[in-house]
């Protein structure tokens, strides 16, 4: 699993662990959809925590419950309006509690939840949480709390997240907000707005800050980080993901980094040669695909070619041997044929992935696709191709960790494994996740240790600490 762009976590809850400060007012928040989301609910606690609310696991007890939505595919929000449903019960029992909608389905669905619905008091776009303070004293008031503005220069650069459910080792940072592309299946343009980049400097300040705390690995965020662009007006100099990559890594020797996601069209040279230049760096790259097919790729708008794929995978693989590679895959998108959908396996096979989140499409109202395109595959169709896509990645990653068998790699400890507290459960470089037993009281999660890959199954390495090779 790719821990890097946990699209595991779509539709999942994601709640909020207890806040350090402790006030009157409590908050509950349930994340859903891509780490931006989870990194935006830590922004969200921040403003929060700045008003006088401290966070609350339990959302019975909570004065306001938000949830930070997704809107990438139907399920999402059929899970999401599930769960919406559950929080108004509980209302009823306790009419002062407010409930409010952030994130992409607030976006999407603006005051429609609020008024034909009536499922929240609130509604809050992903470039409106600044105004979460008034709106929730507007709603206490009972007024209607909506706020869906996109901005062209948010990136909330200024603010210190509380961190949420951390394990006080690894932590997201974004580094850009929205996205200019406009991949035809793809609501995000239209739920997250015009691209735009944080300063450098807070980023930069954001990482020194997690390193004084004790945090060992930081994953850079952004739909897109590969374009990440800003100007340093001090200095006259524009500072591109590359440089700030390397701005990141000189932080400390001791800290990971991370990023995600890179489109295939973006990622430089720059960028792989400031990789291979620092060992902190980690060697993972995600580099979703979406599909093998030429053909689909420009109806999806990718503007890149199978042929421009495989040749990128190969530069890395030239540059950075020990590099993983993992993606993303979509079956069924609109007019694909069964030729199409070998394409896409044979590309997995050439590209070798160690992990990909793969999905089959679902048509969301308002994008290009949904505008031009029929939605013409049938679902049974659309279900057996996803499950010939998992089947192979299933052979690749297995494949890929066997060979790790006989390996040794730098491990950075995070927790206890969950299912036996003897072992340590971590991470290589390539963001493989890594199970072996512990061998000595001094041992601590934040702690990097080398393990020799002993055996494996198709998600994990397992193994036995060894001296530094
Ligand atoms: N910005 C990233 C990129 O371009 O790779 C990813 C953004 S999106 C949150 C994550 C993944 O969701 C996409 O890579 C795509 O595979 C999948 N996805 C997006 N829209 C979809 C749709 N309408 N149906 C199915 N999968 C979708
Ligand atoms: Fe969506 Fe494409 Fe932007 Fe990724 S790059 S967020 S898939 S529009």
Same mark, same amino acid.
């Given at each position: 699993?790719?821990?890097?762009?946990?699209?595991?976590?779509?539709?999942?809850?994601?709640?909020?662990?207890?806040?350090?400060?402790?006030?009157?007012?409590?908050?509950?928040?349930?994340?859903?959809?891509?780490?931006?989301?989870? %990194?935006?609910?830590?922004?969200?606690?921040?403003?929060?925590?700045?008003?006088?609310?401290?966070?609350?696991?339990?959302?019975?007890?909570?004065?306001?419950?938000?949830?930070?939505?997704?809107?990438?595919?139907?399920?999402?929000?059929?899970?999401?309006?599930?769960?919406?449903?559950?929080?108004?019960?509980?209302?009823? %029992?306790?009419?002062?509690?407010?409930?409010?909608?952030?994130?992409?389905?607030?976006?999407?669905?603006?005051?429609?939840?609020?008024?034909?619905?009536?499922?929240? !008091?609130?509604?809050?776009?992903?470039?409106?949480?600044?105004?979460?303070?008034?709106?929730?004293?507007?709603?206490?008031?009972? +007024?209607?709390?909506?706020?869906?503005?996109?901005?062209?220069?948010?990136?909330?650069?200024?603010?210190?997240?509380?961190?949420?459910?951390?394990?006080?080792?690894?932590?997201?940072?974004?580094?850009?907000?929205?996205?200019?592309?406009?991949?035809?299946?793809?609501?995000?343009?239209?739920?997250?707005?015009? @691209?735009?980049?944080?300063?450098?400097?807070?980023?930069?300040?954001?990482?020194?800050?997690?390193?004084?705390?004790?945090?060992? @690995?930081?994953?850079?965020?952004?739909?897109?980080?590969?374009?990440?662009?800003?100007?340093?007006?001090?200095?006259?100099?524009?500072?591109?993901?590359?440089? #700030?990559?390397?701005?990141?890594?000189?932080?400390?020797?001791?800290?990971?980094?991370?990023?995600?996601?890179?489109?295939?069209?973006?990622?430089? !040279?720059?960028?792989?040669?400031?990789?291979?230049?620092?060992?902190?760096?980690?060697?993972?790259?995600?580099?979703?695909?979406?599909?093998?097919?030429?053909?689909?790729? +420009?109806?999806?708008?990718?503007?890149?070619?199978?042929?421009?794929?495989?040749?990128?995978? !190969?530069?890395?693989? @030239?540059? #950075?041997?020990?590099?993983?590679?993992?993606?993303?895959?979509?079956?069924?998108?609109?007019?694909?044929?069964?030729?199409?959908?070998?394409?896409?396996?044979?590309?997995?096979?050439?590209?070798?992935?160690?992990?990909?989140?793969?999905?089959?499409?679902?048509?969301?109202? /308002?994008?290009?696709?949904?505008?031009?395109?029929?939605?013409?595959?049938?679902?049974?169709?659309?279900?057996?191709?996803? +499950?010939?896509?998992?089947?192979?990645?299933? @052979?690749?990653?297995?494949?890929?960790?066997?060979?790790?068998?006989?390996?040794?790699?730098?491990?950075?400890?995070?927790?206890?494994?969950?299912? !036996?507290?003897?072992?340590?459960?971590?991470?290589?470089?390539?963001?493989?996740?890594?199970?072996?037993?512990?061998?000595?009281?001094?041992?601590?999660? /934040?702690?990097?240790?080398?393990?020799?890959?002993?055996?494996?199954?198709?998600?994990?390495?397992?193994?036995?600490?060894?001296?530094?090779?």
């Amino acid at each position: 699993m790719n821990k890097t762009h946990d699209e595991s976590r779509q539709g999942e809850a994601f709640q909020a662990a207890e806040s350090p400060v402790d006030f009157h007012k409590k908050f509950y928040i349930e994340s859903y959809g891509c780490a931006m989301n989870f %990194s935006d609910s830590e922004v969200v606690a921040a403003i929060l925590q700045e008003n006088q609310f401290s966070a609350t696991p339990q959302f019975e007890q909570a004065d306001l419950v938000l949830i930070n939505t997704c809107s990438i595919r139907e399920k999402a929000e059929q899970t999401i309006r599930k769960r919406l449903t559950e929080f108004r019960k509980v209302k009823q %029992s306790r009419p002062g509690m407010l409930i409010g909608v952030l994130g992409c389905m607030a976006e999407r669905l603006k005051s429609q939840l609020l008024e034909q619905e009536k499922l929240v !008091d609130l509604v809050i776009g992903p470039d409106a949480y600044r105004s979460l303070p008034a709106l929730i004293e507007e709603a206490s008031s009972g +007024q209607k709390g909506v706020n869906v503005l996109l901005s062209r220069e948010e990136t909330y650069g200024d603010i210190s997240p509380v961190r949420l459910n951390s394990n006080g080792i690894t932590a997201f940072v974004s580094i850009t907000r929205g996205c200019n592309n406009m991949c035809s299946f793809c609501v995000v343009p239209f739920t997250r707005g015009r @691209e735009r980049s944080r300063s450098a400097y807070s980023i930069i300040q954001e990482i020194q800050q997690l390193v004084e705390t004790g945090y060992k @690995e930081v994953t850079l965020l952004g739909q897109n980080v590969d374009s990440y662009y800003w100007e340093d007006e001090e200095k006259k100099q524009m500072v591109t993901f590359a440089n #700030l990559l390397e701005m990141a890594a000189l932080v400390s020797p001791e800290l990971r980094i991370r990023f995600s996601t890179s489109h295939p069209k973006d990622i430089t !040279d720059d960028v792989l040669m400031t990789m291979a230049k620092y060992e902190n760096i980690c060697k993972c790259i995600h580099l979703p695909v979406q599909s093998g097919s030429t053909r689909l790729l +420009q109806l999806m708008n990718r503007t890149y070619s199978r042929e421009w794929y495989l040749a990128k995978v !190969d530069r890395i693989r @030239e540059l #950075l041997p020990e590099c993983g590679i993992t993606s993303d895959m979509i079956a069924g998108f609109c007019t694909e044929t069964e030729e199409d959908h070998q394409d896409t396996l044979s590309l997995m096979d050439y590209c070798g992935f160690d992990m990909s989140y793969m999905y089959f499409y679902s048509e969301r109202p /308002g994008t290009l696709a949904a505008r031009r395109f029929k939605d013409d595959i049938p679902l049974d169709v659309k279900k057996r191709r996803l +499950q010939e896509i998992v089947d192979k990645q299933g @052979e690749l990653s297995t494949r890929n960790n066997h060979k790790d068998i006989g390996k040794t790699f730098k491990v950075l400890i995070e927790t206890d494994s969950k299912r !036996d507290s003897n072992d340590w459960t971590g991470r290589t470089s390539q963001n493989k996740i890594t199970v072996f037993p512990k061998s000595s009281s001094l041992q601590k999660p /934040g702690d990097y240790v080398w393990v020799r890959i002993t055996d494996c199954t198709r998600a994990t390495l397992l193994g036995q600490i060894v001296d530094h090779p």
